[in-house]
């Protein structure tokens, strides 16, 4: 049988964090992020609680590099495809996301309404991510001939936000299905970003 310390020597540094901050992704379905014991943690890995916090310092580093493993992750699965129209790289990239956080709910609604997500370096990353999805959006409004104004910006961070809430809600108690709630979520950015008669139109020709 192998032993411990054989495992240990096995990986490089950089493989055998990655194998942690795997394991802590893993260890988040159906428990949420609070719940992740660096003790659990250790004796999967056959590594000793020691090692952990060489590499991470401690359990909120640790779970830090989870958080970012995570949002990392999401913005590479949710990155649109730029061979398509850009209301339709929008779409594909709203309905990979919600693919995603399906897949990981556990995860995903433990990130965003745990006690960890009021630390603040935990912050910055929730932060960061949401600046990424809103700066596609202000990326491709003008592609689709509408001017990038204060207005705009504000709409599209909002609207991000609003995605994270109704998406939560959503999986929680999902009294629609998953194509009418895309539909709300499509059709929620050029309403709150835009005029009404502009909303209308861009939605009735793109037939969103």
Request: hydrophobic share 45%; proline share 5%.
């Amino acid at each position: 049988m192998t032993s411990v310390e054989e495992k240990r020597t096995r990986l490089s540094p950089q493989a055998r964090r990655r194998q942690l901050v795997t394991l802590g992704v893993e260890m988040l379905s159906g428990r949420s992020i609070d719940a992740v014991s660096v003790e659990e943690l250790a004796e999967r890995a056959g590594v000793s609680r020691g090692l952990i916090f060489h590499y991470f310092g401690s359990k909120q580093g640790y779970l830090l590099a989870v958080v970012k493993h995570l949002s990392e992750e999401m913005i590479a699965f949710t990155d649109p495809d730029p061979s398509l129209p850009p209301l339709e790289q929008l779409s594909g990239s709203l309905s990979a996301y919600l693919d995603y956080v399906t897949e990981n709910r556990d995860g995903y609604v433990s990130l965003l309404r745990g006690t960890t997500s009021s630390d603040p370096e935990m912050r910055a990353v929730f932060d960061y991510t949401r600046g990424v999805l809103a700066q596609r959006v202000l990326e491709r409004v003008p592609l689709i001939g509408v001017e990038v104004t204060p207005r705009v910006e504000l709409a599209a961070r909002g609207w991000v936000a609003f995605v994270e809430e109704t998406v939560i809600s959503w999986l929680r108690e999902p009294g629609v299905s998953r194509e009418e709630l895309l539909e709300l979520l499509n059709q929620a950015l050029p309403a709150v970003a835009m005029r009404p008669e502009q909303a209308l139109a861009l939605l009735a020709a793109a037939d969103v």
